[in-house]
Nanobody, 117 residues
Framework: DVQLQASGGGLVQAGGSLRLSCVAS????????IGWFRQVPGKAREAVAC???????YYDDSVKGRFTISSDHAKNTVPLQMNSLKPEDTAVYYC???????????WGRGTQVTVSS
């Protein structure tokens, strides 16, 4: 079974940094893309950053230059380094897996990120 475990959230002041980690099991990074999404109450979940098997990345415009997604195939982890955090980055962050050619079908539990002003 595919399982995703997100961790690393917390409370940080504006301008600070956090490093989220997504540990994936039951899948190979050769077959899946991994993405980080976030959601605030009353709003739709939005994609933050994604990485595919070739290492190609996507970033939402709101996080470009501040967030960095990477992948460690040996450990099956996908960290999300978040720098220069802003209060508007406050959300529950989720990691998800997308089998090539399919939808984002696997989701982990979220981790709360709160950025104080």
């Amino acid at each position: 079974d595919v399982q995703l475990q997100a961790s690393g959230g917390g409370l940080v002041q504006a301008g600070g940094s956090l490093r989220l980690s997504c540990v994936a099991s039951g899948l190979s990074f050769d077959d899946y893309a991994i993405g980080w999404f976030r959601q605030v109450p009353g709003k739709a979940r939005e994609a933050v950053a994604c990485i595919d098997k070739a290492g190609s990345t996507y970033y939402d415009d709101s996080v470009k230059g501040r967030f960095t997604i990477s992948s460690d195939h040996a450990k099956n982890t996908v960290p999300l380094q978040m720098n220069s955090l802003k209060p508007e980055d406050t959300a529950v962050y989720y990691c998800a897996a997308q089998r090539i050619g399919s939808t984002w079908g696997y989701w982990g539990r979220g981790t709360q990120v709160t950025v104080s002003s």
